[in-house]
């Protein structure tokens, strides 16, 4: 952890284009510019930051999805941001993840595909919301951002 905040390094996770299975679409209350998955979750771009913002998902729906969960995808209309997301995994017992890492490792690489840029600013629009610094360095994800220690501990092996 540094001064300004933390950094973590994960792998990348692709997505590829997919059907949205049953349901899926109705549970999201959106329209999907584009449905992608990788091994963890859909994702789904949508046409405006505003959509992502306002979405009210209906999460009994949602967590009959078979996935971790679903990331909310759109373009920012702010300057300040590449993108925004939100992060929906009712089937793993969260229906809102205020700030998702993982989540960033398929947006990286989605958003490097459209952008063409490796650098990025990111704002998940969860009600706590959040802003991640996101690059993609080949196969691996470098998110940063600012953390708060909530819990302190040791480790006592042997």
């Known amino acids: 952890m540094t001064a300004d905040g ?3 390094d994960f792998p990348v996770k692709p997505e590829a284009p997919a ?3 049953p349901g899926f679409i109705a549970g999201l ?3 999907p510019r584009y449905v992608g998955r990788n091994a963890f979750d859909y994702l789904v771009e ?5 959509i992502v913002r306002g979405m009210a998902p209906d999460f009994s729906m ?3 999805v078979e996935c971790r969960g ?4 759109a373009r920012s209309a702010d300057p300040a941001y590449d993108f925004i997301s939100r992060f929906f995994a009712p089937a793993a017992g969260v229906p809102e ?3 998702t890492g993982s989540a960033h490792c398929c947006l990286a690489d ?7 840029k490796t650098r990025f600013m990111a704002y998940q629009a969860s009600p706590r919301s959040g802003v991640l610094q996101v690059e993609l360095v080949g196969d691996r994800v470098r998110l940063g951002g600012t953390a708060v220690i909530v819990a302190r501990g040791e480790l006592l092996l042997g």
């Open 19 to 21: 059907d949205p299975p």
């Open 6 to 8: 933390i950094q973590l």
């Open 29 to 31: 209350g959106i329209t």
């Open 110 to 116: 989605y958003w490097h595909k459209r952008l063409n």
């Open 97 to 99: 993840d205020p700030v």
């Open 70 to 73: 679903v990331i909310v995808t």
């Open 62 to 64: 949602l967590a009959r």
């Open 46 to 50: 949508v046409e405006s930051d505003a």
